[in-house]
């Protein structure tokens, strides 16, 4: 055996390895847990074209993001959020709810990242036109520190990958309180909740005024943590904000 032959074969050991490895233990998609293709990264291939159907036949409401399929929405009457609209990809159904809990609790921040990039070629360019700063909804440094990081951030970072589109921006606004989780409130219980909880950085009260602005978060339920944080860059100068979100429940 020649030197070079010997050389090859031990460098590529390793591969050979990992792919036996992936046959014995092959990869789980961590919405169905069935096997998945080792080059499908998270979801399995079903599961990917499943969220993606969903992105693409669902028919949010213009002003509220909610689906209107499902829910009939009073905002064409009612509208009383300091924003002027949100614009959402997927419901919060099991796939959305299975992706967020391995976000949120499993560490997995650059599934987050990946849903952005599965997300971004659907943002339409109407939405992201004239937008000068987008920002993620931050969390408390506290919450932060014990996730590691925000996922609202990484979702936007995979949604703003593209380098025609506006950057993202952290570091603008930050979460001054702690607030209770919010599952088990309503909607006024949520406003009041959230009440107060962000503010300014000195950075961001000298980047936002007369800028439009677009606000990220990774889901949106009653829309009270984002309105409470839309509120703090509206009452700071900005002339308009966006909200964007990956899941509406
Ligand atoms: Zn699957
Ligand atoms: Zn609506």
Redesign the pocket.
Known sequence: MTAALQQKLVLSLPSLFQRIDAFVFPPLCIVCDKPRQTDNRWLCGDCLRQLIAGITSRDG?P????N?AVRS????VVWDYPFDRIVSFVDYGDTAQAVMHHVKYQGKRHLARYMGQVCAPYLDKSITDGVDIVLPVPLHWLRRQQRGYNQAEWFARGLFEDVARPKVHCGILRRVRRTKTQTKLDKSDRRRNVAGAFALTVKGAAAVKGKSLLLVDDVITTGATTAAAAAVLLAGGSGSVTVVSFARD
């Open positions: 409401c002003h509220c993001g909610q209107r929405c009073t905002c064409a």
